[in-house]
């Protein structure tokens, strides 16, 4: 062992596992089971967009493989699995809420599997499967009647699943889907439209703080002793320099991308700057006094936080232009700093230290709220390179990466941070927005030209015994920059 090295513990009860979402797995079975999701419209409509084509169709096909890949979870040492439910899939009747038995059944069957492993399962409401047809009919999460039909969903599948799901979110990373669709333009439908990009993150803290009032409401984690959160994607935020122009510009852009849905789901008060600069560009959302004191009430009880990277922020030093309607980025722009470690597959600074700045801001500036890292990870692009003459992945570099990271983390929680829990992004490659197969995640291979065969890789190994031993080694953390 090289002398350099050191022992890092991981607290007793702590959380270990590896996350992905149904439709970056599932597939459609074969045939068609349940209706389309926004993901499968906007597959259909632009499958040129998706990295040699490769997307929701057969993703995994977890649906037909579940079994196989639940016995890899427990070989790869996972204590913990989160995925979602497909609510296309599970509801037959978006309107009544009527459930899909076949759906269900599928639901059920991967839950009890999971549990018999002695994997827990940690299920997520929504992550991106909204049903194409309310997004046809009613022009997506805009409509308030969406949340009504929401949160129907979210009943009866607290119904089939809270006596054996401990850990509920509501969504995955809910400010992800309107951000790249409708403010930023970048994927179908390709729009350019602030003041609805807002009405969507509004009611979506909405849908969330009225799910958990539902669970709560129904008594639905009684049995199981369950809780109930949301999982979401704040990015680390640093100003380029201490200069008042650059502090201000970073406090624009951590209110809008992170205080807007951190500060609700803890707080129980989406911050009042919001409104005010919503309001002065006229892209304030229409809610009521009454709704409100619904997300007053409705906090969650633990917070899943998704970090992969840091973001840089400094003043912009030119004028907006006035024929463009207001966008966020009128008050910021993103800093390139020198020097930089970068992922450049993703083209993502790897910056290990966001994960003790985050654990301390939410124990200094968020009550100490329980929260756990719900997904953290490396995508790396032609992993084929790396195999050794038994063609095993040798991923070094992730395990260094989910060492590096985690040992940044296990500081904050040594410092009082009440996290919970670190899920690695992802369990098997899988099917990313976008990127495909592109960059692969996974501590377990999917090999694309062999039938989509598992291959456990190296990290696989290192996260079961990291599993077994609860504790890993890695070398002293040094000071980084700023
Ligand atoms: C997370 C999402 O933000 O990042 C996942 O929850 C996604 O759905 C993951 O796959 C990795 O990002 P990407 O774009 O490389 O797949």
């Excluded at 996974?442 to 598992?454: A, K, P, Q």
């Amino acid at each position: 062992m090289d002398n350099n090295m050191k022992k890092y513990k991981l607290p007793e009860d702590f959380i270990l596992g590896a996350a992905s979402s149904a439709w970056q797995t599932e597939g459609w079975g074969g045939k068609k089971i349940g209706h389309d999701t926004f993901i499968d419209l906007w597959y259909k409509a632009t499958p040129e967009l998706w990295h040699n084509g490769y997307g929701p169709a057969v993703a995994t096909d977890f649906y037909n493989r579940y079994k196989e890949d639940i016995g890899l979870m427990k070989e790869c040492g996972l204590r913990s699995y989160r995925t979602s439910i497909d609510w296309s899939r599970f509801i037959k009747d978006f309107e009544t809420g009527e459930v899909d038995e076949d759906g269900a059944a599928f639901y059920d069957s991967v839950i009890n599997e999971m549990i018999k492993n002695g994997i827990e399962p940690m299920i997520c409401l929504e992550h991106y499967e909204y049903p194409a047809a309310l997004f046809e009919k009613y022009g997506g999460w805009g409509s308030k009647h969406v949340i009504d039909l929401y949160v129907k969903y979210a009943v009866e599948a607290f119904k089939r699943y809270g006596d054996r799901v401990k850990i509920w979110f509501t969504f995955n990373e809910p400010i992800v889907l309107q951000t790249r669709t409708i403010l930023d333009a970048q994927r179908f439908p390709f729009k350019q439209d602030t003041k609805l990009a807002m009405q969507w993150n509004y009611n979506k803290i909405l849908a969330t703080a009225k799910a958990v009032e539902a669970f709560r409401r129904g008594n639905y984690g009684e049995k199981a002793g369950s809780k109930i959160g949301v999982v979401l994607n704040p990015e680390m935020t640093y100003p380029r320099s201490s200069s008042a122009h650059d502090m201000k510009a970073a406090d624009m852009f951590d209110l809008f991308y992170n205080r807007i849905f951190m500060d609700p789901a803890v707080k129980g008060e989406i911050p009042k700057e919001l409104f005010e600069v919503l309001d002065l560009h006229n892209c304030l959302f229409d809610y009521t006094e009454e709704e409100l004191e619904v997300i007053k009430k409705n906090t969650v009880d633990i917070l899943g936080l998704n970090l992969y990277f840091p973001v840089r922020i400094k003043a912009r030093n030119s004028a907006w232009n006035p024929e463009v309607p207001f966008h966020p980025s009128y008050y910021f722009d993103h800093h390139e700093i020198q020097g930089k470690r970068m992922n450049p597959h993703r083209g993502w600074e790897i910056y290990p230290k966001i994960m003790y700045d985050m654990a301390m801001r939410m124990k200094n500036e968020y009550g100490n709220v329980e929260w756990m890292i719900s997904e953290n990870g490396m995508g790396v692009e032609g992993e084929d390179k790396y195999k050794n003459e038994d063609g095993v992945i040798q991923d070094d570099y992730r395990i260094d990466f989910i060492s590096e990271h985690m040992a940044w983390l296990l500081k904050a929680i040594d410092e009082g941070s009440n996290c919970k829990g670190y899920m690695l992004w992802a369990f098997t490659d899988c099917v990313s927005p976008a990127n495909a197969f592109k960059n692969r995640y996974g501590l377990v291979e999917i090999n694309l030209e062999d039938s989509r065969n598992r291959k456990m890789k190296k990290s696989g190994k290192w996260f079961r015994e990291l599993s077994d031993n609860n504790y890993f080694y890695f070398r002293d953390l040094v000071p980084v920059y700023k």
